[in-house]
């Protein structure tokens, strides 16, 4: 199940849902803290989304990237890093799959609480796109050393 709301109607959305209906799914989290939230210093929108659907198993992805790339995970020839976080191996793996089978280059970024740092990235892209004017033909790609691989 993704979860793409905007992140002031999680509550609605979860309550008009129920909570129950997450139960024991992965719930890949693809939404955004507002940009002048104090969100992702000591917690993330995909960490307090866990708090309201405690028994679903939350990961984090599809936030750092924007809507024309999802796809096809691409930026012309390059393929576009999709990071995912979460703290439940197989939900982890669901979400990295899904990202893979898209055509990113999906990328294990560690614990649920490493959100934080996605979701800044995200805000990161949206101001190289808006405010210092560069569109959205951008995107992230993580380079690695070829004896790293």
Known sequence: ?????????????????????FAGKTVIDATNAPYESALGRSTSAAEEIAKIVPAAHVV???NTMFARHMATGKLGDEKLLSLVAGDEQTAKEHALA??????????????????RYLEAMAIQNMTLAFRLKMGTGIGFKLVREEALI
């Open 60 to 62: 984090k992805a599809f």
């Open 98 to 115: 899904l990202a893979r089978d898209i055509g990113f280059d999906a990328v294990d970024a560690g614990p649920l609480s490493s959100a």
């Open 1 to 21: 199940m993704i979860f793409a709301v905007p992140f002031a109607a999680v509550q609605d959305v979860v309550a008009t849902v129920g909570p129950k209906a």
